[in-house]
């Protein structure tokens, strides 16, 4: 079935509106916006299936927002949202869900999404950290060299891996914590995200005024700059505010 009705935001425009990104699949569909009362879907045409999450799909997705962020507040709708018909999506979404939409795209007006990543650059650095800040290490590192049973050095050491692992995440907890608290007072809000692996530290989302945003830029510099070598920041942004409203849909 050909007649489907790929869907990648609401944003409110009285005028029909068309864009250079291309639509998802691969088949250069025109991505344009279909209307009800002020309220509009960006869309391209699309047959009724799963589109899988590659990256391919995913970059189209996301191509399309970020050119329509450039022009219109939106939100941002659920990945492979698919009407059947035009006459669906209008009543079904367009119409039953104004109200919502409306308030929505008003909370979202002049606002983006930056992203900060922290990262220790050299977690050997942050583990010796560790052993000169801890007593107990200390004293445990001290009975281990002058113990002479194997199976009691073996079992020191073991002890000594278990306080640096939950000494390490008190640790990534406070700096994290420490870099949240210098950045929150500039953004209306945020969000904490799932982060991977010893050496990251915060992967978080933040909702920001356009007003603020060289505010947050300059504010993100002088924390680099305060860090140094031992700590990095990945800094991106504008996007999409995917983190912070998604429009799902069950038809």
Aim: hydrophobic share 40%; glycine share 6%.
């Amino acid at each position: 079935m050909n007649g489907g009705k790929y869907i990648y935001a609401i944003i409110e425009t009285p005028e029909s509106q068309e864009f250079a990104s291309p639509g998802i699949g691969g088949g250069g569909d025109k991505v344009h916006t279909m209307h009800l009362n002020g309220l509009a879907a960006v869309v391209s045409s699309s047959p009724i299936v799963k589109y899988p999450v590659s990256r391919d799909n995913m970059m189209a997705h996301q191509n399309v927002l970020e050119e329509v962020m450039k022009k219109f507040t939106l939100l941002p709708v659920r990945y492979c949202t698919i009407a059947e018909d035009e006459e669906k999506l209008k009543e079904k979404l367009l119409k039953a869900r104004a109200e919502e939409f409306k308030d929505l795209l008003k909370k979202m007006k002049g606002k983006v999404e930056l992203g900060v990543r922290a990262f220790w650059s050299d977690l050997e650095k942050v583990f010796a950290e560790i052993v000169s800040e801890n007593e107990e290490i200390s004293q445990l590192k001290k009975r281990i060299e002058e113990e002479k049973s194997d199976q009691k050095v073996y079992a020191g050491k073991i002890k000594i891996g278990e306080i640096v692992k939950r000494v390490l995440e008190e640790k990534k907890k406070a700096e994290a914590q420490a870099l949240l608290d210098s950045l929150t007072d500039l953004a209306d809000d945020f969000r904490e995200n799932r982060i991977l692996g010893d050496r990251n530290i915060l992967n978080a989302s933040f909702l920001v005024t356009k007003e603020k945003e060289a505010k947050f830029d300059r504010k993100i510099n002088q924390i680099q700059q305060a860090f140094g070598e031992r700590t990095k920041l990945n800094y991106f942004g504008p996007t999409p505010p995917c983190n912070f409203v998604e429009v799902v849909v069950t038809w």
